[in-house]
């Protein structure tokens, strides 16, 4: 699983958490599960921008050829 994958599936955990608790569809319980839910949201969008931009930098990295393979003439 590649990093922006994991890191949208971290987000996706977060945000099921605070919608459950949130609009009432399970017991809230105590306040922490909610901002716990919130944290992990906030955790996956900060990872999956975070990798969108470590790839982007490696792909203009000079006389990297894994983004961009030489053509067989």
Do not use: H, K
Not at 24 to 43: H, R
């Amino acid at each position: 699983m590649q990093n922006r994958t994991l890191w949208a599936v971290i987000a996706l955990i977060g945000l099921v958490t605070v919608s459950l608790t949130l609009f009432g569809w399970v017991d809230a319980g105590p306040s922490w599960i909610q901002g716990l839910g919130y944290l992990i949201f906030l955790l996956g969008v900060c990872g999956f921008i975070w990798s969108w931009i470590v790839e982007a930098r490696r792909a203009r990295r000079p006389g990297d050829d894994r983004y961009n393979p030489p053509r067989n003439g």
